[in-house]
């Protein structure tokens, strides 16, 4: 079957989705109402054009569904979030912001895919249904992340993905019921951390507002704040390890929190992605702990407490900030470009290169010294306790070289058409990339926004965005002629 036949049934099932997102902008809707703020009315349009649009499309595109394939799964996936993001841009497009549409999709693109980055300036003068919106789409893209992330990406076979395909990614339908458990007890865990995350936000000063906002950018490892100076406007050391601690329950592979608050089940502890994320976590909050404490004259637990935060905020790509962590010192721009590549564990919210593809990587290295020293030795290459098959490792591989390929062409692009620095261009397509938030430099850092970057830019790194968010070669794929023919 040729993939344009896949188109109707794609566009049917991009309908649906497009029908629910214009019902959730009623919510911002109905707090910009009780607010007294105008903006309520571009919401309540912009459900109503959304709504009559995806009523009309699912009625036009109705049709049997197709068995699904791997050519399916590649085009559902593109479309969905493409068109989604571009739907969702409504509201910031008529909003009183005053954004140009290639803006308002960068702001659309950067909630859905949890990246964080922004173009608005001003937060803390916003009317509070944007910024409920932001939040909103980075708790979406976070929960849809995971289902796709869970079920989809091993089926589709996308750098080395398949190395987690269990029964809950096999298409066959007597696991259905199998999968609509785990499902539903994803969505459930998922909205119970946030629950307790704004429970406890509030509980240590934040406003009913601020807890929620903030609870479902940082379970979702989004990073959008309603604060131009993000975690730095709560000045409360408590809110900090409190965020440092939901920030990385996002950061792991939510299948296993499940098994560990259902079935008390510790493969969590066992996993060998989980026990890297964490030992690279605490070996560069020490790191640069120590650093600021050694350099700035700061007091300990003070240093701790912001290195920690920062840390855990850029490896699992949140975006959040306490501090400009550039201004500590070279040391610290070193280890937070390093981190901003690094990401979370696979089957959770955060991006980035993701902490199983290093693991494959090192024992890829370990396996090759080895073999200088024996080289008839058979030394299989593992990953915990199973043997990674080539089939896993080239994926791995190819991964990593589109990955390195697009950053460059993307940065260079940036630097010849925008007139870009090199560190400004590089940092806001790696940030991108890696669906982080924050880049490195004045312009675009932790203190800055992607404001001042002219159009061509933002459709670059909304671009960047989509291409890192669905693990590159989802996207690609539909640029080849094999993919369109028969």
């Not at 070279?330 to 990401?343: A, D, K, N, Q, Y």
């Amino acid at each position: 079957m040729q993939a344009v036949q896949y188109l109707r049934p794609t566009l049917y099932i991009t309908c649906f989705f497009t029908l629910v997102m214009a019902a959730a902008m009623l919510i911002p809707a109905a707090v910009d109402l009780y607010d007294r703020h105008l903006d309520w009315q571009v919401f309540v349009a912009s459900a109503a054009v959304v709504a009559g649009l995806s009523i009309l499309g699912i009625v036009a595109t109705r049709h049997p569904m197709p068995r699904f394939t791997v050519r399916f799964g590649f085009l559902m996936t593109t479309v969905l979030w493409v068109v989604t993001a571009i739907v969702c841009a409504l509201p910031f497009y008529f909003s009183e912001v005053r954004i140009t549409f290639a803006e308002a999709v960068f702001e659309s693109m950067s909630g859905l895919t949890t990246t964080g980055s922004t173009i608005l300036v001003g937060l803390d003068r916003l009317p509070r249904g944007i910024l409920l919106w932001r939040a909103m789409l980075q708790g979406i893209g976070g929960i849809g992340i995971i289902a796709i992330g869970l079920f989809l990406f091993p089926f589709l076979r996308i750098g080395g993905m398949q190395l987690f395909r269990t029964e809950s990614s096999d298409r066959s339908d007597k696991i259905m019921p199998r999968m609509i458990q785990i499902t539903a007890a994803l969505c459930g865990i998922y909205l119970g951390l946030i629950f307790l995350c704004a429970f406890a936000y509030a509980v240590l000063g934040m406003t009913p507002f601020d807890a929620i906002t903030h609870a479902l950018a940082t379970v979702s490892t989004g990073g959008v704040s309603t604060h131009d100076a993000s975690f730095g406007a709560f000045d409360s050391p408590a809110i900090l390890w409190v965020a440092s601690f939901f920030m990385m329950t996002g950061g792991v592979p939510l299948i296993l929190l499940i098994g560990l608050a259902f079935h008390r089940r510790t493969a969590l502890f066992r996993d060998v992605q989980v026990r890297t994320f964490f030992g690279i976590i605490v070996f560069s909050s020490l790191a640069l702990a120590l650093w600021r404490w050694w350099g700035d004259q700061h007091g300990f637990f003070d240093a701790l407490t912001h290195a920690t935060f920062n840390v855990v905020s850029v490896v699992t790509t949140t975006g959040f900030v306490s501090q400009d962590y550039t201004v500590w010192g070279p040391l610290s721009v070193g280890i937070f470009f390093f981190l901003t590549f690094v990401g979370g564990c696979s089957g959770s919210t955060a991006g980035g290169i993701k902490i199983y593809r290093l693991v494959i990587l090192w024992q890829a290295l370990s396996r090759s010294v080895q073999r200088l020293l024996y080289p008839n030795s058979v030394v299989p290459m593992r990953y915990g306790d199973r043997v990674v098959e080539p089939e896993v490792f080239e994926s791995v591989v190819v991964f990593l070289i589109a990955f390195v390929g697009l950053i460059v062409v993307m940065s260079l692009l940036l630097c010849t058409v925008s007139g870009l620095d090199l560190m400004t261009s590089l940092s806001g397509v790696a940030t991108a990339f890696c669906n982080v938030g924050p880049g490195i430099g004045p312009l675009i850092g932790p203190a800055g926004t992607f404001a001042p970057l002219d159009d061509f830019a933002t459709v670059v790194l909304t671009v960047a965005m989509l291409l890192g968010r669905l693990e590159i070669m989802t996207v690609l794929v539909l640029f080849t002629g094999a993919f369109w023919r028969s």
